[in-house]
């Protein structure tokens, strides 16, 4: 490229440029964007209201909030609940008690609390392979205890009470009474008596024990047919006893075991049988018959099975059992005899000649 050339290219260059700066020198600034009006300012567009709206009639139009939609809310499912399973209760344990060994100083080996004849029997009723979920009554397990008093408040923690060969003269009248109390108000009894000199309890019941001949009882449910099989000639032993057939039958019980002579040695009331409300009553005329003079529980002979039988028809009675025959005669009778007693023990006059009655007079006060 030639001198001449080069000059000419930077006077066009030089010329180029002068003529932009002169067309923007004429066009001026970039002019700025009028500002948004907001509500309510007049306005005569919507494009004068920015991201509102503009409006109204003619000159009467103003910025207006653009409206908005309110978005419908979609139903949220109610979750359904699981139902939550109701767990099974268990049954409480049946609290079998008697007195404790300061109460039956007489009762010596065959007394409920340390008597060395009585505790087999304690074992087996508390074995749970007897009584409990896996046992062969598995409707209720079994907890036996020692009463340090016998009282209506002490008797309301229990379920049963056992008399065991309680001496007469050992029981103070208002032991004997807390005691019918509590079986009137629907506790259990059962009442293991012997003899003459140990039956208080039967005796304020109406139902005393008389001499036996001692010979072997049978009988049929539920004391000799039962869940512990069925047991035969159970033994009688030492001073033996008897319940009087009469006796039993006015006060609305059922014999359940006699001997060969025919006496009756045990006998048992359901529920309402001896009065309306009251508990399950079972008589054994002779501790023998399940103290373990007798009575095996390890492995079970017929008077273990015996007493086994009779304690689950106590714990757990069967269904539907019906009243027997004299027991309303029987109240009336029971109801007539506290009456005579109680007029006795207070004017001191000689009772009816029956032992039944006698019995106030030789308790201790």
Request: charged residues 10%.
């Amino acid at each position: 490229m030639n001198r001449s050339t080069t000059k000419l290219l930077c006077n066009l260059l030089i010329l180029g440029t002068s003529l932009l700066l002169t067309k923007a020198a004429v066009a001026g600034p970039t002019p700025t964007p009028p500002a948004c009006l907001e509500p309510p300012a007049a306005c005569s567009a919507s494009s004068d209201c920015c991201s509102n709206i503009c409006s109204g009639q003619g000159q009467n139009k103003t910025c207006q909030p653009e409206p908005t939609s309110t978005p419908t809310a979609t139903p949220t499912a109610t979750p359904t609940a699981t139902p939550t399973a109701t767990p099974t209760a268990t049954p409480t344990a049946y609290i079998l008690g008697g007195p404790d060994a300061s109460h039956t100083p007489q009762s010596t080996s065959r007394s409920w609390d340390g008597g060395v004849l009585i505790a087999g029997y304690r074992a087996a009723a508390e074995d749970p392979s007897n009584f409990g979920p896996a046992g062969v009554v598995m409707a209720r397990s079994i907890t036996t205890t020692n009463l340090s008093s016998v009282t209506a408040a002490t008797l309301a923690q229990l379920d049963g009470f056992v008399a065991s060969f309680w001496a007469d003269s050992d029981t103070t009248a208002a032991e004997a009474t807390a005691v019918i109390d509590f079986f009137l108000a629907g506790g259990d009894l059962i009442l293991l008596q012997d003899d003459s000199a140990h039956d208080a309890i039967g005796e304020q019941l109406g139902i005393p024990t008389s001499p036996s001949d001692g010979s072997a009882s049978n009988g049929g449910a539920p004391l000799f047919e039962g869940p512990f099989g069925s047991a035969s000639n159970v033994a009688q032993s030492d001073t033996t006893g008897q319940l009087s057939s009469l006796d039993v039958l006015l006060h609305g019980g059922t014999a359940s075991a006699t001997n060969d002579s025919g006496q009756i040695t045990a006998a048992y009331w359901n529920r309402g049988d001896y009065a309306p409300g009251v508990g399950r009553l079972l008589i054994i005329a002779d501790v023998d018959m399940w103290a373990t003079t007798n009575a095996s529980y390890a492995p079970l002979n017929d008077n273990g099975t015996f007493a086994l039988n009779g304690t689950q028809f106590t714990v757990v009675p069967e269904p539907g059992a019906l009243w027997q025959l004299g027991s309303g005669i029987g109240l009336l009778a029971l109801l007539s005899g506290r009456r005579r007693t109680a007029s006795h023990m207070a004017t001191g006059a000689p009772g009816p000649a029956r032992k039944g009655w006698r019995i106030f007079r030789t308790i201790r006060h």
